[in-house]
């Protein structure tokens, strides 16, 4: 009997090493984890607070040193195709359900600020670009020191993620519930990972997804330009994020306030201005409700998400408050909200300074930086100088559904494949505890024992040493018999509890097909659940999740497995 236990032990280790070495990886575009406390991370800001040259005349600084380098060809300014695909149709009509962002970027990478090699423009340039960056420079960069954290710390903080939830239900389970899930919780988690990947198989995908919109290939690029930027967030320093931006859309961005020091409630965040518009004194769209035309100044705010992946578990986990009707993530709201309030007299400023009808607010993020990103958009649209948006990648569940559906017109989230971070909340964790609790991985167990006894003896030297199969299962057999399927008989099946939050906006899955990857506008709904998968970390990451899935979709398309988006978020520098 004791062999019998010791081949289930090697059995589990095996799975057990194998699940920990797959999920080894950092939240960002880099392969380990790394995190920094307040303590230790130095603040690398650039903060101009408009300078004083700002300050005594803001609009002769806009004009001269943001805008004016050149007056855009109207045709060609991505302001005056803010909702139109590539054909010049609405995207958004009652067929076609199409992310809000999507059309803001819609010729993004087009403009080319100073064109040909003209001697003048190109002078022209080198001072505007000296004479900004001295304006907007304040502070020293100084490196954020980092340290790295051990794979088997995220594992941990999943399993005690459980633990919580079943801290919460012990009063209606009682100890039956605690020494069954502890006995038998390695041999749970194995068997039903197996049980679930074979439920969640890419035809059953694909066929969820039937009927749904797909997912066009230019809205890809555009969407990818925005996880460019949110992978941006991530870097070290704010002379690392300038490198990064300034191979950006051709340097049509300008760096005007930002940090890398991420505070409590309070994450690292950046706000860029773009340079290129129709000059200031011609309007971009028409306004039906006054009989003119209104013009934008468009800005861009990209919130950083934690780099400790395991703090990103737990955050998950908090509990919601009341928000406009209905309920938010508890701590993300007051990000957004601090977020807001640091910003808005910024853009008043810039409101005022650059003669515009509008400023056209772009919030994005990835994790929790999407769920603040989301926040703040929500927070800013109160205020009727702003047209503001967001995008996100991996956003948490963030608000309660009515008010989640409330949001589809101005924020859109994608969401990768089996991604456990838009699928984690208090409820969706405590249903998956009651899965693993009511699953009967017995018969599984057998097959295991079987396959692995089987293959040790025709593989290893000393296979002929080992028991008789037959034998060992029939010991295996008995054990599960008396011990462990007496329990499943008599155990009570429980009613799932109700998710309160979902993912913001309209939703975009990437997922795999059986093919490559594909990419379709669903409800946010359907994210409700923990797709319990080997894939549920990976998928999270930017390289190996987000970035490699929006990819392969955008190839998958086609067939046209050369293409390459413009700018690839693997080859930042200052990633860490």
């Known amino acids: ?9 090697i059995i589990i280790v095996i799975h057990v090493l194998s699940f920990k070495q797959s999920s080894s990886h950092d939240i960002g575009p880099s392969s380990s984890l790394t995190t920094s406390t307040p303590d230790e ?3 690398d800001t650039c903060d101009s607070k408009f300078t004083a040259e700002f300050a005594d005349n803001p609009f002769k600084f806009l004009k001269e040193r943001v805008f004016g380098q ?31 962002f999507l059309g803001i970027l819609e010729q993004l990478g087009k403009v080319n600020l100073f064109p040909g090699k003209d001697p003048e423009l190109e002078k022209k340039r080198i001072e505007s670009t000296t004479l900004v960056q001295e304006l907007l420079k304040k502070a020293a960069v100084v490196r954020e020191e980092e340290t790295a954290v051990e794979g088997l710390e995220l594992l941990n903080r999943i399993t005690s993620s459980l633990q919580e939830a079943i801290q919460q239900l012990h009063h209606q389970f009682g100890p039956v519930f605690d020494s069954l899930l502890d006995a038998y919780l390695p041999f749970v988690i194995i068997y039903f990972l197996q049980y679930q990947a074979a439920q969640f198989n890419p035809i059953w995908k694909r066929r969820m997804h039937r009927f749904f919109t797909k997912v066009k290939k230019q ?23 300038r490198t990064g931006l300034s191979n950006f859309d051709n340097g049509s961005w300008e760096l005007m306030f930002g940090t890398t020091n991420s505070l409590p409630n309070f994450p690292a965040n950046f706000l860029l201005i773009h340079k290129e518009l129709a000059p200031l004194e011609e309007p971009t769209f028409p306004s039906f409700l006054f009989g003119k035309k209104e013009s934008e100044v468009v800005v861009v705010l990209v919130v950083r ?20 009707g209905g309920f938010a993530h508890g701590g993300i709201l007051a990000s957004g909200r601090n977020l807001a309030e640091y910003y808005l007299p910024k ?24 769920g603040a990103a989301a926040i703040a958009a929500m927070e800013l649209r109160e205020h009727d100088f702003l047209k503001v948006e967001a995008v996100g990648f991996g956003c948490p569940s963030l608000l309660s559904k009515d008010l989640a559906d409330s949001t589809k ?36 167990a057998l097959d295991d024992v079987k396959f692995t006894l089987s293959r040790a003896k025709e593989t290893f030297s000393f296979g002929h040493v080992l028991p008789d199969v037959d034998t060992v299962l029939n010991w295996v057999a008995d054990v599960l018999t008396k011990e462990v399927r007496p329990k ?4 009570e099946k429980r009613d799932r509890l109700p998710s309160l939050l979902i993912p913001p906006g309209t939703c975009i899955h990437t997922f795999r097909d059986g093919y490559g990857f594909s990419a379709t506008y669903v409800p946010c709904r359907m994210f409700e659940s923990v797709e319990f998968s080997l894939t549920l970390i990976d998928d999270h990451m930017i390289s190996s999740g987000y970035n490699r899935a929006m990819l392969g979709a955008a190839q998958d398309i086609d067939r046209e497995y050369s293409f390459k988006f413009q700018n690839d978020p693997n080859s930042i520098v200052g990633l860490t």
């Open 409 to 444: 017109d101005f924020i859109t989230t994608v969401v990768n494949d089996a991604d456990i971070i838009p699928r984690m909340s208090g409820a969706s964790m405590t249903n998956l505890v009651l899965d693993l609790i009511e699953y009967d991985w017995t018969d599984d």
């Open 70 to 100: 050149k007056n855009a060809d109207t045709s060609d300014d991505f302001l005056s195709m803010l909702d139109a695909d590539s054909d010049g149709h609405h995207v958004a009509d009652s067929n076609q359900k199409s992310a809000p």
């Open 347 to 370: 853009l008043k400023d810039i409101h005022k300074a650059s003669g515009r009808d509008k400023v056209r607010v772009i919030c994005m993020g990835h994790s929790l930086g999407a």
């Open 219 to 241: 809205e890809l690029t555009q969407l990818h330009e925005a996880l460019y930027l949110s992978t941006l967030a991530y870097v070290d320093t704010v002379d690392n994020f």
């Open 41 to 43: 991370r130095s603040n």
């Open 1 to 9: 009997m004791r062999f019998t236990v010791n081949i289930l032990i």
């Open 488 to 491: 499943y008989q008599n155990l």
């Open 305 to 324: 998400g934690t780099k400790d992946l395991p703090d990103t578990i737990s955050d998950a986990l908090l509990k919601p408050q009341e928000y406009k």
